[in-house]
């Protein structure tokens, strides 16, 4: 997902490309477009009360923001029902920024808080078809990506973790087929902004990403279950995908799947710049280091802070625009802290020096911790979690 800066008059979100105008995502507008719900305080209220867990930070603060059908969801898991997890990546660089940690670290969260099994999808056949890269890299990066992913906590006796380019085949063929077999050339066109000049790989995909919406797709996993329903968590980037998925859906027979979608992160320069991977400025990755982490944040975060002290202490911060504000929103667990930092900020009592150095902080023990569970990761846990085999405790 990347957040280009152009003139165009109208934003564009779609799972290859995200621009606005002004470089500022209108959600509100873009979840009217799309046609999915806002999360409200109920929803999160309900699924507190449903699993005895407190929300999620992503959820009390609305990073996960939107939904379809998640009130079915929990509808039928309060009358007993369960339901399983499907969420993904493209590896398509070598180490992951905080930004694609964010749907991982709450999958994890929903994964315990629901105790429900979750299939992972690596599509290293989409970044074969979308970037610059040979096969055997695609797959390469896949396994390097499947071990930070871990290193996010996933329980094995609840997690599938697989790659296009080993895992499609048999029933999930199927799927993709009875998938490709009801979609045009136009409605993919209309979804995903798909072009006559663009190779037909992009024409042939999508159904890849739709078949493991589908729980039949995983016969050593739901035998005899292809009415179990599905949660996909995902950035709302991934939604024309799930669109055509659930049009589809009843047609063949399946059920739809439900979506519960996050707000992008924001670049360290500021929300209407590009995170990309050719900048390692723009962004912070699970593999730097704590002095990089302080570096770059007292660098390049953007600043809501007055010119000067002076200035500052009269007139405050511009929470809106400032970027260690948001991060610490996205990272700093602790809600009263948060609020507290954000009045002391605004009413020019604290300094954007001081924020930086909270964030730097929350920032350096994140990674660190992720580095020291990333480096627990073997190949064979690798294996373990990607062989295709019953999960006979799944929903324990
Ligand atoms: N297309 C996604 C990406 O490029 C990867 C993906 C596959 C995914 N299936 C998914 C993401 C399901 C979220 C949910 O990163």
């Given at each position: 997902m990347e957040i280009e800066e152009v003139a165009a008059a109208e934003q564009v979100v779609t799972p290859w490309e995200v621009s606005a105008p002004d470089g500022v995502i209108d959600y509100d507008k873009l979840v009217d477009r799309f046609g999915c719900q806002l999360i409200d305080a109920a929803i999160v209220d309900r699924i507190a009360h449903l699993t005895l867990c407190p929300p999620h930070r992503f959820l009390r603060r609305g990073i996960f923001f939107a939904h379809r059908d998640l009130n079915r969801i929990l509808d039928l898991y309060e009358a007993g029902e369960k339901f399983y997890l499907y969420t993904g990546r493209g590896p398509s660089s070598e180490s992951l920024h905080l930004g694609h940690l964010i749907p991982f670290m709450f999958t994890k969260y929903l994964q315990d808080a629901f105790k429900v099994p979750l299939v992972i999808q690596l599509t290293d056949d989409e970044k074969f078809l979308w970037k610059n890269l040979t096969i055997a890299e695609c797959k390469r990066l896949a396994r390097e990506n499947a071990k930070d992913i871990i290193a996010c906590g996933f329980d094995v006796e609840r997690t599938f973790i697989f790659t296009d380019l080993n895992y499609v085949g048999g029933a999930f063929y199927e799927n993709m087929l009875e998938v490709a077999k009801r979609v045009t050339y136009n409605n993919l066109r209309g979804i995903l902004g798909i072009t006559p000049e663009d190779h037909i790989g992009k024409v042939s995909f999508p159904p890849v990403q739709a078949?493991?919406?589908?729980?039949?797709?995983f016969p050593h996993l739901f035998p005899g279950n292809d009415q179990l329903r599905c949660l996909i968590p995902c950035a709302i980037d991934q939604d024309p995908y799930f669109r055509m998925t659930r049009d589809v859906a009843p047609k063949i027979g399946f059920q739809k799947p439900s979506l519960i979608e996050s707000r992008f992160f924001p670049a360290l320069q500021g929300e209407s710049t590009k995170m990309s991977a050719s900048d390692p400025n723009s962004a912070i990755y699970v593999t730097d280091s704590s002095k990089q982490i302080k570096a770059k944040v007292n660098k390049y975060a953007f600043s809501g802070g007055q010119a000067s002290v002076e200035l500052h202490r009269k007139l405050g911060a511009n929470l809106d625009v400032d970027v260690p504000i948001k991060y610490l929103n996205f990272f700093l667990e602790d809600d009263d802290e948060l609020d507290h930092i954000k009045k002391e900020y605004k009413e020019g009592r604290m300094l954007t020096g001081e924020v930086k150095q909270r964030l730097i902080a929350v920032l350096s023990e994140l990674v660190a911790r992720h580095q020291r569970a990333r480096a627990q990761v073997t190949e064979e846990m690798v294996d373990a979690f990607m062989a295709v085999r019953p999960l006979p405790n799944m929903f324990g």
């Open positions: 078949a493991p919406s589908f729980p039949s797709s």
